[in-house]
């Protein structure tokens, strides 16, 4: 019989052996790893709850900083718009008398 040239051959059966099962390694299976894992984890967490709480801490804190410095700021442009009236209303005056304002 011929065969077609263009045909690939045919693959011999293998056994392929089967990729390990996914999921703990083997050496955290056992229960002292696991235990100690459990361990490490707790104070990993426990460590990040404390950071989260001063963290938490340090945004209030900012947060009341920004909110002062926002009334400060508010009261500084009232200020800088009642000096900018006194001095319109002086230069005002003074062009009245016919004084120049920057010789006197």
Same mark, same amino acid.
């Given at each position: 019989? *011929?065969?077609?040239?263009? #045909? @690939?051959?045919?693959?011999? +059966?293998?056994?392929?052996?089967?990729?390990? %099962? @996914? /999921?703990?390694? &083997?050496?955290?299976?056992?229960? $002292?790893?696991?235990?100690?894992?459990?361990?490490?984890? !707790?104070? !990993?967490?426990?460590? *990040?709850?404390?950071? !989260?709480?001063?963290?938490?801490?340090?945004?209030?804190?900012? #947060?009341? =900083?920004?909110?002062?410095?926002?009334?400060?700021? =508010? /009261?500084? +442009?009232?200020?800088?718009? %009642?000096? !900018?009236?006194? #001095?319109?209303?002086? *230069?005002? $005056?003074?062009?009245? %008398?016919?004084? =120049?304002?920057? &010789? /006197?």
């Amino acid at each position: 019989a *011929l065969k077609d040239p263009n #045909q @690939r051959p045919m693959k011999s +059966e293998k056994k392929v052996a089967m990729p390990p %099962k @996914r /999921g703990m390694p &083997t050496t955290t299976r056992s229960p $002292i790893n696991r235990y100690k894992r459990e361990t490490e984890l !707790k104070k !990993k967490n426990k460590f *990040l709850d404390n950071v !989260k709480s001063e963290l938490s801490l340090k945004v209030a804190e900012m #947060q009341k =900083d920004m909110t002062d410095m926002k009334k400060l700021c =508010d /009261g500084l +442009e009232k200020e800088n718009e %009642k000096l !900018k009236k006194f #001095q319109e209303s002086y *230069l005002l $005056i003074l062009e009245a %008398k016919n004084w =120049d304002p920057v &010789t /006197g």
